[in-house]
């Protein structure tokens, strides 16, 4: 009973880190719509960890600076390693490159978020004027 106990409880805990987890790809998705994600999943969470495969880690490393330049993010820990994917078309695996960045929130990062939800409602209130 023990042991369903230990694996039930581990379960919980992966699933919790799994929430602030983003995977990133490449061809789905504009690269801002990841950067608005990792934001907002970084007030919900405190840290937010990107993931991404083969070509689409550029797009998670660039995503990671632009959080970073801006004050919003620092880094915490970067993974790197690799993953074998089963190819159909060859029908063996195929080792592609992974990388995670655990990015968590500056010091400031909730002033920034204020002042710059501030400026847009400055700019929708004049649009609507």
Same mark, same amino acid.
């Given at each position: ?9 581990? !379960?919980?805990?992966?699933? @919790?880190? #799994?929430?602030?987890? !983003? +995977? @990133?790809?490449?061809? %789905? %998705?504009?690269?801002?719509?990841? $950067?608005?994600?990792? %934001? =907002? ?6 840290? /937010? ?10 797009? $998670?490393?660039? /995503?990671?600076? !632009? ?6 993010? @620092?880094? #915490? #820990?970067?993974?790197?390693?690799? $993953? *074998?994917? %089963? *190819? *159909?078309? =060859?029908? =063996?695996?195929? +080792?592609?490159?992974? !990388?995670?960045? @655990? ?6 990062? *909730? ?8 400026? =847009? ?6 649009? +609507?004027?």
């Amino acid at each position: 009973m023990e042991e369903v106990t230990e694996g039930i409880n581990n !379960i919980a805990i992966t699933e @919790v880190h #799994k929430k602030n987890r !983003i +995977q @990133v790809s490449n061809t %789905k %998705k504009p690269l801002f719509f990841y $950067v608005n994600l990792a %934001k =907002r999943y970084m007030q919900q969470h405190n840290e /937010v960890e990107l993931s991404a495969l083969g070509m689409a880690i550029a797009t $998670v490393v660039t /995503v990671a600076e !632009i959080l970073k330049n801006n004050g919003l993010a @620092v880094e #915490k #820990k970067i993974m790197t390693s690799t $993953v *074998d994917i %089963k *190819d *159909d078309s =060859r029908g =063996r695996p195929v +080792q592609k490159a992974k !990388i995670e960045i @655990v990015l968590g929130k500056t010091e400031n990062f *909730d002033e920034l978020m204020a002042a710059a939800a501030e400026e =847009r409602e400055a700019a929708e209130a004049e649009e +609507q004027s």
